[in-house]
C-alpha cells in the first residue's frame, strides 16, 4: 500500500531548505531516472511534449509540463518561469516547482520546489548519454559552471568511474571553483583553450547558459567523441555535422530546438531516442568512430520518477511542512 503523505485537506510542502543534506546516491539516482525513460516503452509511461513560452524579445521564458510514470504510480506537473533567461538586464529571477500525485491512491505527494531536482535529473540524463555513446571514454569537458555544469561531472564519475581526466570551460570564477569543489578527491583542470581541450575529450558537455560566449565546433571533436548538450556551450553545427544523433525524445527536441534549426527552418533528423538505445532496440553509435551528438532535453517523467525517490527520502526523515489547503 501507498503511504500517506499528509492528511486529507492538507498538503505536503518540500521547499528547497527541506531537500538540503538528504543522502542521495548518484548511482540510485542514475537508476531511478534510468528506468523512468526504459518505463516509456515497457510499462505504459507518458510524457507530453512540453508547452513553452518564449518571449520573442528574451523578457521571459515560460514552460509547463506534465507526465505519468507507471513505474512509480506518480503524476507530475511542473512549471518553470524565468524571468531574463539571457541575463542581459541584470535582472534574473528563476521560479519552479513539481506537483506529485500518487496515481495509485489519487492522493497528492507533495509541492516541491525543483532546484535541487532539475539538475539531478539532467545530470543523471547525460551520464546516460555518455555511458551509453562512449563507455570506454577516459577524459571528459564541461563547457558551462552554472547550476547544471556544477552537477554535470559527479554525476558523470558516477556512471563512468574510470574517467581519468576532468576538465572544465567557463568564465565565472566562482562558478569554475564550484565546479572543482564538485568532485571529491579529483583534479579538475580549468581550461582556457576550449578548441584544444574539446579536441582531447572523449565526452563534451554543452552546459552553459544562454550567455555562453564561445562554443564547441564540430570540427574540433575527435573521431569516437559524444557532445551532450543540455544548455549552451556545443554549437549547432555539432549536431548537424555529427555521424549520429540521439535524443531524450525526437518531438520534444523538435520542439524545444528553435537553436538547431537548419538554414530552411527543419529540425535536425534524430537517428535514435535515448529510451530505445537504453533497452538495446538501438544502438548508441553506428560506428567506432563516429561523432555522437546527444540533445538532452528534460522529460517531466523523470521529474516525476526522482520527485517521488526524494520525496520518500525526505518523508523518512521527518521533513517538510504540511498546510490546510483543500
Known amino acids: 500500500m501507498s503511504p500517506s503523505y499528509a492528511p486529507p485537506g492538507q498538503l505536503w510542502l518540500l521547499p528547497q531548505s527541506q531537500q538540503e543534506g538528504l543522502d542521495l546516491d548518484r548511482r540510485q539516482v542514475i537508476a531511478v531516472v534510468e528506468r523512468a525513460y526504459r518505463a516509456l516503452r515497457e510499462s505504459g509511461s507518458n510524457n507530453p511534449v512540453k508547452t513553452i513560452i518564449d518571449d520573442p524579445g528574451d523578457h521571459s521564458l515560460s514552460y509547463s509540463m506534465v507526465a505519468r ?32 500525485v500518487d496515481d495509485t491512491t489519487g492522493e497528492p505527494i507533495a509541492l516541491m520546489d525543483v532546484v535541487r531536482l532539475g539538475p539531478l535529473r539532467s545530470s543523471a540524463t547525460t551520464a546516460l548519454f555518455a555511458r551509453e555513446a562512449c ?64 579536441g582531447a575529450a572523449d565526452i563534451v558537455i554543452g552546459a552553459a547558459g544562454l550567455s555562453a560566449t564561445e562554443e564547441v565546433r564540430r570540427d574540433w571533436m575527435k573521431p569516437g567523441s559524444v557532445a551532450v548538450l543540455l544548455g549552451y556551450g556545443v554549437h549547432a553545427d555539432v549536431c548537424h555535422g555529427a555521424d549520429y544523433r540521439i535524443a531524450t525524445d525526437t518531438a520534444q527536441m523538435h520542439a524545444t530546438c528553435e537553436d538547431l534549426r ?36 528534460g522529460m517531466a517523467v523523470t521529474d516525476a520518477a526522482l520527485g517521488r525517490y526524494i520525496a520518500d527520502l525526505a518523508r523518512a526523515g521527518g521533513r517538510g511542512e504540511k498546510v490546510n489547503f483543500w
Open 135 to 198: 563507455p570506454d571514454a577516459r577524459s571528459a569537458l564541461v563547457v558551462g559552471t552554472g547550476v547544471q555544469g556544477q552537477a554535470a561531472l559527479p554525476m558523470l564519475l558516477a556512471a563512468l568511474p574510470k574517467l581519468e581526466r576532468l576538465q572544465v570551460f567557463g568564465t565565472y570564477p566562482d562558478g569554475l571553483r564550484a565546479v572543482r569543489d564538485s568532485v571529491d578527491g579529483r583534479e579538475v583542470e580549468i581550461v582556457r583553450d576550449l578548441r584544444t581541450a574539446a
Open 69 to 100: 510514470d507507471a513505474g512509480s504510480g506518480t503524476v507530475c506537473f511542473k512549471a518553470v518561469y524565468e524571468f531574463d533567461p539571457r541575463r542581459t538586464r541584470d535582472g534574473y529571477r528563476f521560479h519552479s516547482f513539481v506537483f506529485l
Open 262 to 297: 537548419g538554414e530552411d527552418g527543419s529540425p535536425p533528423s534524430v537517428d535514435a531516442q535515448l529510451p530505445d538505445v537504453l533497452l538495446g532496440r538501438a544502438p548508441a553509435r553506428r560506428h567506432p568512430d563516429d561523432v555522437v551528438f546527444a540533445y538532452n532535453s
